[in-house]
């Protein structure tokens, strides 16, 4: 078959379910897409924003503007899953009695329990993300760069500096991707999820390349995040392809019936190429959770970015992507569980472990911070392999956990900076050597940061400890108890390096200068205050958010 | 009046106080944190006398409250005779160790040193009441951020390695744990009260290998804790980085979570496996008494001394766990009690001699009989009762010990009783080393005990003496768990001898 004649093939195919039910205008259940609605929208007014209005207005009409449709798409997503019962019957599509949810779009999206507990979720870890990013005290102009297209070092860049530039773009750039990400654990076919990936993924490359200062070093991250990206989205296309070709659908819940009960000539005797399809699919999402062995970029990308970018991305892409891995694996692949689980066994255990191993060697903080959230994509990953009602919700909680903690962590990161001679302050303290004594001169930025690492090592009373019990349960509830072994046993790894931070800042002495912690504003402070209650509420109390996820099912 | 959970609550309360305090210097914060260690201590001998001796072997005061149906765990709390006298033991300790460390910190961190002793105190109370696994678990390491910060922020040179060599362990130990108390959990009944010790008694497993390998899990974690050789390496280190207060903490009441896991949880838990391990446990603690006494006489460093004394004496305390007869279990029980009062009086007097010294070298002291008898007069008796001499607490608990195991085990009574001579070597010759001889000239400004010092070691010494002459109170209370936990793990006392009989003091008799 020659391309133009595949691609015919294709089309015709695409084409069959529309024509078979006789052309008609797509039903779309507004309600339930409100959310992503209210932030593209919101995404495409920034946009204008940018375009027409003076720059020296833009901060102050973009910041509330991201933030009020931010918050204004979490207060749909909150108002149509308390009112979900009424609008279910009114949505008229097919639907699960015990999961609740609608499927609308001609079944392109999938609003059902689990996408409104990701949307709710992501909405609200960008929203503190969004706060982070504003602050405007740490250096004067924001965190982010002034001339981002000019090349680094060059007169344009200077100029813009000198000018005190403040530019304002990445906030419908955060629109666009919180708008993708919304959609992508929401997608119930094959290609609106690969548009959902690249609405997320875009601009995100971007963002990472927005720093304002160690710019060529941020650039580095864009461009490798850019190319890695773009060789998983081709991954993923490509196995989108081949599951087409033995499925005849691109639906999620048509592979699934596909893969349960092949009936065609090109299903029967052809598991290799829905075999191929699976793994490639899988690589493609695995490569964003940050998973071994796809997870090489994320050192590099995590130190580039500015960090309240890092944040963001460490935090909310992990949650929307294990979102889509979540549903394609449960929804559309889980008639070949047989096949794909000992692969994931590995993934999982390689994970966890060249995560944590390989974190002991860092000495750089945020590149220590991004081989711990590989080693979490671990640990996720084993509560994912239970392959049930108990491994969906362990996941969600642990990445309602692992969210906050990481933008708390994060933001407190850009608040430790170099000084000079004459106190004059500079770009981020990162090395680890810099956070000696830290606990001595500023005990509150060092008390909040050990929370989070404590969190983030899982000791009881924090967010960590529930999250990690409860993926661990899952694990060992279906037998998978030496996944959960290996799994404490790379918590403890991890905790030696999570300690030695603590160590530094508390029982070492402090270096002679050359480190300031700055006062942050009250966003910022806001930010890293939230963050660290979720932490605490949730190790003490996680019945809180363990109920909102009890009726978690994914509707087909 | 939900006694435990007050009990549990005050120091928590009087730590909060202590960091809210505006002041920052020292003063209040000490002042704080004994007074609330004080209430709580007269609240806890409040319950112990509300506490039913005659019941002593199920629990009471319990409470019993939803906490995360989700996963099974309700937060449940109640003690037996053993509990009972636990908590007593670290109320009891707390204020000594408080009065003890008034001067080791000044300034604004004074707070954080008074706060986390407070901090601890809860989670020590805590993990001895708990009556759900889960619970006991979450207590059980959180435990560890408050040592740990004690450690690696008021300790000695080498504080750092010995606080992350501490967390570390018992981390290793603790989460292997948690994947059986996950497993247990899914072998049980399940549902909301899953996690309920209750719940998870007498169970049926699976397979024998699965109540073998859970067995297995547990007691790893409760031999770091408690420590028996060959995990015991981490003791010496962080005792002697401890500032002493927090050692007498450490050894005193930590560790005991390890013995006491290993008779309230691996006995009643896991009894076909526990009867299965018993010949390798018992040979691991054998060693650990012999090991732990050898190398406590080689030793330079005097709290390294007293941590391998520790080690041999929790050699003794496992020994009489899984003796399996109803006097060593209730004399390894007396044993963890008096074993908290001598070992702390020791590092106690031990820690006001650095404080003169300030060297922790054996060898740095001597003639000290002379110079400061009190002082010397202390370590003798705290030694002598951590020696086990006759009329002194210590000696009816080792003596129960190796008579009950003498019954079941001859051959291991026999050789652990060799652990007895080799405490006389290590407390009598560093007795010697360090107090007896020539005055030295360093000494010669030295005072005596202060009136501080004596409030520290009265309560200690007086407790001493009296568990050595009249051990029946606390006796009463403990038979019964012993009694309780031999039906739970369904072994009878063999059939007494002669000598057994004539030997058995009369707390031990039903």
């Given at each position: 078959?020659?391309?133009?004649?595949?691609?015919?093939?294709?089309?015709?195919?695409?084409?069959?379910t529309a024509s078979e039910a006789g052309f008609s205008a797509p039903e779309v259940d507004y309600a339930a897409v409100s959310p992503m609605l209210v932030i593209f929208g919101a995404a495409l007014l920034a946009v204008l924003v940018e375009a027409f209005v003076p720059r020296r207005f833009r901060y102050a009409v973009q910041v509330p503007l991201t933030l009020l449709s931010l918050a204004g798409a979490f207060g749909a997503v909150v108002w149509y899953s308390t009112t979900g019962d009424h609008l279910q019957t009114a949505g008229s599509m097919v639907s699960d009695p015990t999961g609740g949810g609608v499927s609308t779009l001609e079944g392109a999206v999938v609003i059902d329990s689990v996408s409104l507990f990701l949307q709710g979720t992501l909405l609200l870890l960008a929203f503190l993300s969004v706060l982070i990013m504003s602050e405007r005290n740490l250096d004067s102009g924001g965190s982010f760069t002034p001339a981002a297209s000019a090349v680094p070092g060059s007169p344009g860049e200077e100029q813009a500096l000198r000018a005190g530039f403040c530019q304002s773009e990445i906030y419908p750039l955060l629109l666009f991707t919180v708008g993708g990400m919304l959609l992508f654990p929401a997608a119930a076919d094959l290609l609106t999820m690969f548009i959902a990936l690249e609405v997320l993924s875009l601009p995100l490359y971007l963002m990472c390349g927005l720093a304002r200062r160690r710019r060529l070093l941020s650039q580095e991250a864009s461009l490798k995040y850019f190319l890695l990206g773009a060789f998983s989205s081709a991954f993923f296309l490509y196995g989108a392809a081949l599951l087409y070709g033995y499925a005849?659908?691109?639906?999620?819940?048509?592979?699934?019936?596909?893969?349960?009960?092949?009936?065609?000539?090109?299903?029967?005797?052809?598991?290799?190429?829905?075999?191929?399809?699976?793994?490639?699919?899988?690589?493609?999402?695995?490569?964003?959770?940050?998973?071994?062995?796809?997870?090489?970029?994320?050192?590099?990308?995590?130190?580039?970015?500015?960090?309240?970018?890092?944040?963001?991305?460490?935090?909310?892409?992990?949650?929307?992507?294990?979102?889509?891995?979540?549903?394609?694996?449960?929804?559309?692949?889980?008639?070949?569980?047989?096949?794909?689980?000992?692969?994931?066994?590995?993934?999982?255990?390689?994970?966890?472990?060249?995560?944590?191993?390989?974190?002991?060697?860092?000495?750089?903080?945020?590149?220590?911070?991004?081989?711990?959230?590989?080693?979490?994509?671990?640990?996720?990953?084993?509560?994912?392999?239970?392959?049930?009602?108990?491994?969906?919700?362990?996941?969600?909680?642990?990445?309602?956990?692992?969210?906050?903690?990481?933008i708390g962590a994060f933001a407190l990161v850009t608040l430790v900076r170099d000084s000079g001679e004459e106190g004059q302050i500079g770009g981020e303290a990162t090395h680890l050597s810099q956070w000696a004594g830290l606990g001595r001169r500023s005990p509150l930025l060092a008390a909040t940061f050990t929370l989070f690492l404590l969190s983030f090592a899982g000791i009881p009373l924090t967010s960590g400890f529930s999250g990690k019990f409860a993926v661990f349960a899952a694990a060992v509830s279906h037998g998978a108890w030496v996944l959960a072994l290996i799994g404490v046993l790379a918590s403890l790894v991890a905790a030696f390096f999570y300690v030695r931070v603590i160590v530094l800042m508390y029982f070492s002495e402090p270096t002679s200068g050359g480190t300031a912690v700055v006062a942050p504003g009250a966003a910022t402070v806001f930010a890293v205050v939230v963050a660290a209650a979720v932490t605490v509420v949730l190790g003490v109390a996680p019945s809180l958010l363990l109920d909102l996820t009890r009726d978690a099912v994914f509707l087909p | 009046m939900p006694w435990l959970t007050t009990i549990g609550a005050l120091p928590l309360v009087g730590a909060a106080a202590v960091w809210l305090l505006p002041s920052r210097s020292a003063r209040p914060a000490r002042v704080t944190a004994l007074v609330a260690s004080l209430i709580t201590l007269l609240a806890t001998l409040a319950m112990a006398y509300?506490?039913?001796?005659?019941?002593?072997?199920?629990?009471?005061?319990?409470?019993?409250?939803?906490?995360?149906?989700?996963?099974?765990?309700?937060?449940?709390?109640?003690?037996?005779?053993?509990?009972?006298?636990?908590?007593?033991?670290?109320?009891?300790?707390?204020?000594?160790?408080?009065?003890?460390?008034?001067?080791?910190?000044?300034?604004?961190?004074?707070?954080?040193?008074?706060?986390?002793?407070?901090?601890?105190?809860?989670?020590?109370?805590?993990?001895?009441?708990?009556?759900?696994?889960?619970?006991?678990?979450?207590?059980?390491?959180a435990m560890l951020i408050p040592v740990y910060f004690l450690i690696g922020l008021f300790g000695g040179a080498q504080r750092r390695y010995a606080a992350v060599k501490f967390l570390l362990y018992s981390l290793l130990g603790g989460l292997v744990m948690l994947v059986a108390v996950i497993y247990l959990y899914v072998e049980g009944p399940g549902g909301p009260d899953g996690f309920l010790i209750s719940e998870l008694t007498g169970l049926e497993f699976s397979s024998e290998l699965t109540g073998r390998l859970l067995f297995c899990a547990f007691f790893f974690a409760f031999a770091i804790k408690a420590p028996m050789w060959p995990v015991h390496t981490w003791l010496p280190d962080a005792a002697a980085q401890a500032p002493p207060g927090v050692a007498v903490l450490l050894v005193g009441v930590l560790d005991k979570v390890g013995t006491f896991g290993m008779l309230t949880l691996c006995l009643p838990l896991f009894p076909e496996a526990s009867r299965w391990a018993t010949p390798v446990v018992l040979a691991l603690a054998v060693v650990s008494v012999l090991y732990g006494g050898l190398l406590a006489?080689?030793?330079?460093?005097?709290?390294?001394?007293?941590?391998?004394?520790?080690?041999?004496?929790?050699?003794?305390?496992?020994?009489?766990?899984?003796?399996?007869?109803?006097?060593?279990?209730?004399?390894?029980?007396?044993?963890?009690?008096?074993?908290?009062?001598?070992?702390?009086?020791?590092?106690?007097?031990?820690?006001?001699?650095?404080?003169?010294?300030?060297?922790?070298?054996?060898?740095?002291?001597?003639?000290?009989?002379?110079?400061?008898?009190?002082?010397?007069?202390?370590?003798?008796?705290?030694?002598?009762?951590?020696?086990?001499?006759?009329?002194?607490?210590?000696?009816?608990?080792?003596?129960?010990?190796?008579?009950?195991?003498?019954?079941?085990?001859?051959?291991?009574?026999?050789?652990?009783?060799?652990?007895?001579?080799?405490?006389?070597?290590?407390?009598?010759?560093?007795?010697?080393?360090?107090?007896?001889?020539?005055?030295?000239?360093?000494?010669?400004?030295?005072?005596?005990?202060?009136?501080?010092?004596?409030?520290?070691?009265?309560?200690?010494?007086?407790?001493?003496?009296?568990?050595?002459?009249?051990?029946?109170?606390?006796?009463?209370?403990?038979?019964?768990?012993?009694?309780?936990?031999?039906?739970?793990?369904?072994?009878?006392?063999?059939?007494?001898t002669a000598a057994g009989e004539e030997s058995t003091t009369e707390g031990t008799q039903p």
């Open positions: 078959m020659t391309p133009v004649q595949h691609l015919a093939f294709l089309e015709t195919g695409m084409h069959r005849g659908t691109v639906r999620l819940s048509g592979i699934a019936t596909a893969i349960t009960v092949p009936t065609t000539d090109a299903q029967l005797g052809r598991d290799w190429l829905m075999l191929t399809g699976i793994a490639l699919v899988a690589v493609g999402l695995l490569f964003k959770i940050g998973a071994a062995p796809f997870h090489s970029w994320t050192p590099d990308v995590y130190q580039g970015a500015p960090t309240p970018v890092t944040g963001f991305m460490a935090a909310a892409t992990k949650v929307a992507a294990f979102g889509a891995l979540l549903r394609v694996l449960y929804v559309a692949f889980s008639g070949a569980r047989w096949d794909w689980e000992p692969a994931l066994w590995g993934v999982a255990i390689l994970t966890m472990v060249v995560g944590s191993v390989i974190a002991i060697v860092q000495t750089d903080v945020k590149r220590m911070l991004a081989y711990s959230s590989i080693a979490h994509a671990g640990f996720l990953l084993t509560g994912l392999l239970a392959v049930d009602v108990s491994g969906l919700r362990s996941v969600l909680f642990y990445l309602v956990a692992y969210g906050f903690t990481t | 509300r506490f039913d001796t005659d019941t002593a072997g199920t629990h009471q005061f319990t409470e019993q409250h939803r906490w995360i149906a989700e996963f099974g765990v309700n937060y449940a709390v109640g003690i037996d005779g053993l509990g009972l006298v636990m908590i007593v033991l670290s109320a009891l300790l707390v204020p000594i160790c408080l009065l003890a460390g008034w001067n080791q910190v000044e300034g604004s961190s004074a707070r954080h040193y008074f706060g986390l002793i407070l901090v601890l105190e809860t989670f020590m109370i805590g993990v001895f009441a708990a009556r759900d696994l889960f619970l006991f678990y979450v207590l059980f390491e006489i080689g030793q330079v460093d005097l709290l390294r001394m007293i941590a391998y004394t520790s080690v041999s004496h929790f050699g003794f305390i496992v020994i009489g766990v899984f003796a399996m007869t109803s006097s060593a279990q209730s004399g390894a029980a007396l044993y963890m009690l008096n074993h908290g009062f001598s070992t702390g009086a020791l590092f106690l007097v031990a820690g006001m001699l650095i404080a003169r010294r300030g060297s922790a070298r054996i060898a740095d002291y001597g003639g000290l009989q002379r110079s400061t008898p009190l002082l010397a007069g202390t370590f003798l008796l705290a030694g002598l009762s951590s020696l086990a001499l006759p009329g002194l607490s210590s000696f009816i608990s080792e003596f129960l010990v190796l008579v009950g195991t003498y019954g079941r085990y001859p051959g291991v009574a026999v050789v652990a009783a060799g652990g007895m001579v080799l405490a006389a070597l290590y407390i009598l010759l560093t007795y010697q080393r360090m107090f007896t001889g020539p005055v030295k000239d360093f000494a010669s400004g030295w005072r005596d005990m202060n009136l501080r010092e004596g409030l520290v070691m009265a309560p200690l010494i007086a407790v001493i003496v009296a568990l050595g002459f009249f051990p029946k109170p606390v006796l009463d209370v403990l038979n019964p768990v012993a009694d309780r936990t031999l039906q739970q793990v369904s072994m009878t006392d063999p059939a007494p």
